[in-house]
């Protein structure tokens, strides 16, 4: 992440310069915020700052809040020949108020080569967030390994924990399966989509017919990335729904070809072998793989 962030602000370079200023001037540095988790000061081109010794400390102070933030930095902390100071405060995605706080006398600073004399750094500065983009996209959903997929290209996704996907059947709402941040509803990045995975319980598809598994609104936030500035912004939930079609064979039309039957559940766990009729009968409700074909158990 480290290496990525100094690539990204080298690239930030161009965007983020000021007027030049005459040799030997201290300057006051522009700020910005940086993929949402850091706050950069960016001087103009031709300066450059470097650490003091290793103990350099700076901090950002909330507004609203009080909370100060200890940033330490080190060898690699002030970016050695660069004009950028960045403070890592782990979260900037909603108006908020600082105040940026670096002594003079821990860091150093030259303009093409020649020393400036340093001045205490205390800036307050005002994040503002970015609107709300269009709507999310799902570009993919499939049923798969007894879960709903979705696929999403646009959007840095977060469960919203203990927030309900709605399971239906032809149309008339039959379940209902909790959501939690911290599990592989979330699978993470196929490429360059977010995977949503919401499992569906066997014992909810019994019968023939269309099943749709729908993911509200309000189960889930997303944030897209503005690659001009690196920083995060809001996106415009939306319903996400995965359809699909259970049609299985008749117990009874099994029954017409053999006289003992093995039996698997959709996992591949076998719960029954070589079994009659009315053992396979007598299985809980649910769907299950009799001598190799799907078979719904309704009682």
């Known amino acids: 992440m480290k290496k990525f962030l100094l690539a ?29 988790e850091y706050l950069l000061l960016t001087w103009p081109s031709g300066y450059n700052v470097s650490i003091e010794n290793e103990t350099t ?31 890592e405060i782990g979260s900037v995605t909603a108006d908020e108020t600082y ?12 303009y093409n080569g020649e020393s400036i004399e340093t001045k205490d750094i205390d800036i307050t500065w ?8 269009p709507e999310y996209v799902v570009y993919e959903t499939k049923y798969a390994d007894n879960a709903a997929v979705f696929y999403v290209s646009n959007g840095y996704t977060t469960i919203v924990d203990g927030s309900e996907a709605i399971i239906t059947h032809n149309g008339e709402e039959i379940g209902t399966v909790t959501l939690y941040e911290d599990t592989n509803n979330i699978i993470d990045w196929d490429y360059f989509a977010y995977v949503i995975s919401v499992p569906v319980p066997e014992e909810l598809l019994t019968e023939n017919g269309t099943y749709s598994v729908i993911v509200p609104s309000t189960a889930y936030t997303a944030q897209g990335l503005d690659y001009d500035t690196y920083n995060y912004y809001d996106i415009i939930t939306i319903d996400m729904e995965c359809e699909f079609t259970v049609t299985t064979s008749a117990l009874n039309s099994i029954q017409a070809e053999a006289q003992s039957f093995t039996v698997y559940t959709t996992s591949g766990v076998c719960v029954l072998r070589d079994a009659n009729a009315d053992q396979v009968k007598a299985l809980p409700k649910g769907l299950y793989i009799v001598n190799g074909k799907k078979v719904a158990i309704t009682k």
Do not use: H
Not at 102 to 109: E, F, I, P, V
Not at 126 to 133: F, G, H, I, L, S
């Open 57 to 87: 400390v700076g901090y950002v102070t909330e507004e609203s809040t009080g909370k100060v933030y200890e940033c330490e930095y080190y060898n690699w902390g002030l970016m050695a020949e660069s004009r950028y100071i960045y403070f």
């Open 126 to 133: 005002t994040y503002v967030v970015a609107p709300k983009e």
């Open 99 to 110: 105040r940026i706080q670096l002594a003079a006398a821990d860091y150093l600073m030259t």
């Open 8 to 36: 990204a602000m080298a690239c930030l370079g161009l965007g983020l310069c000021g007027s030049q200023a005459q040799a030997q001037d201290w300057v006051e540095p522009e700020v910005s915020a940086f993929y949402g």
